[in-house]
């Protein structure tokens, strides 16, 4: 049998009001003092404040970073480092979604690693452990607060750089869904179809095992069932705690077992046109997953299985077509745009955001290697 690595914070608060437990936890890390990443509306909102009055009552000296874009770029992590370096911190507390979280871990690198953000690009890069990290989420999707992946834009080339490194991985993380509560339909909607892509992709890769398979099955299943009711109605905390530990659980699992074609290619939209990460996931998902299920659809099984389909007696391919349509049904009830063309993306572009998406660090988790046009067609078919 195999052999697997398997990598997750040390520790993980989930809960609703887990965050005040969070503050005697950082109250005991022993932290002088810390730069607090985040971006201006998760201040300017108020949502920013909850946590920073904890850190105030648990004495904790701190400067705030608060320019992260919704793609955080080389500049906001350089940026943010000097602010770490003036300030004397020695430690990083993120606040925020996946944005503040991957700026967050790639100052952290470049702060105990030196050189320059994009030197750490791919797999692995960096030599030496991060600062100290703590990511306090304020979403239910993207899970960089449980993985050892990065995302960062590098504004010249207009791509998105994927890092993976342990070294990245946060020493607590903290989920708290009472934190969730004020977030608009449309960002529920993303970010809760990237924990959708997560796990669909987690369960389809090469890369996947039993412990990474059954999360990933367990977040599927939560996510069909209480993201829709998060959606409709933003202030339902049954939902928004549900959500939170599907988030964690798609997170555990491709944190482990890998992505593919879907992310390597929304890497690229979001390279070139500053898109949401998620809603790109959202509308990639069923089309990737339609040609994986040509080549792979005993895959597929197992996912059908979580969203609710009676397997027994079923070909793969049944399984693989409830599960194309049952994610393209999910993405419409939750208002998810279905044409690129809709968020400025126009076909000459296609050929560069195809060359950039097969050189992606996610795609070789794909379980079919598709042609340069085979990725060409998938963009334009959603264009």
Do not use: W
Request: proline share 5%; glycine share 8%; aromatic share 6%.
């Amino acid at each position: 049998m195999a052999t697997h690595a398997y990598y997750v914070p040390p520790v993980n608060l989930m809960g609703r009001g887990c965050l005040h437990e969070a503050g005697k936890m950082i109250e005991k890390m022993g932290i002088r003092k810390a730069l607090v990443v985040s971006d201006r509306r998760l201040i300017s909102s108020g949502v920013a404040e909850q946590v920073l009055s904890i850190l105030r009552k648990s004495g904790l000296d701190y400067v705030i970073y608060d320019e992260v874009q919704p793609n955080p770029t080389c500049h906001n992590v350089h940026d943010g480092l000097q602010v770490f370096q003036d300030h004397g911190c020695d430690a990083i507390i993120s606040i925020g979604g996946g944005s503040p979280q991957d700026a967050a871990k790639a100052i952290g690198i470049v702060a105990t690693n030196g050189g320059h953000i994009r030197d750490y690009e791919g797999l692995h890069q960096s030599k030496h452990k991060s600062v100290p990290l703590v990511a306090i989420n304020t979403t239910a999707g993207t899970s960089s607060e449980v993985t050892m992946n990065y995302v960062i834009t590098d504004e010249e080339r207009k791509v998105k750089m994927v890092m993976v490194d342990r070294n990245s991985l946060v020493d607590l993380s903290v989920n708290d869904p009472e934190l969730m509560l004020s977030k608009p339909a449309s960002l529920t909607a993303a970010t809760g179809m990237d924990a959708l892509t997560h796990a669909v992709e987690a369960m389809v890769t090469p890369g996947g095992f039993t412990v990474t398979s059954a999360t990933a099955a367990a977040a599927v299943e939560l996510i069909f069932e209480y993201l829709p009711r998060a959606v409709k109605d933003g202030s339902d905390l049954e939902a928004r705690e549900h959500m939170t530990y599907a988030c964690f659980l798609g997170g555990i699992a491709f944190n482990n077992a890998g992505l593919g074609y879907v992310h390597a290619m929304a890497h690229q939209l979001g390279g070139v046109y500053d898109l949401p990460h998620g809603v790109c996931n959202a509308m990639l998902l069923p089309y990737v997953e339609e040609l994986n299920a040509k080549h792979v659809p005993g895959k597929f099984r197992h996912i059908a299985k979580a969203i609710g389909m009676d397997v027994k007696g079923r070909s793969d391919e049944e399984c693989s077509d409830y599960v194309i349509e049952a994610i393209r049904q999910l993405s419409k009830e939750v208002g998810i745009p279905e044409k690129l063309s809709e968020l400025g993306v126009k076909d000459p572009d296609v050929e560069l955001l195809a060359d950039n998406a097969m050189k992606d660090a996610c795609a070789p988790g794909n379980p079919y290697q598709p042609s340069k046009d085979e990725v060409m067609e998938l963009f334009r078919k959603i264009i």
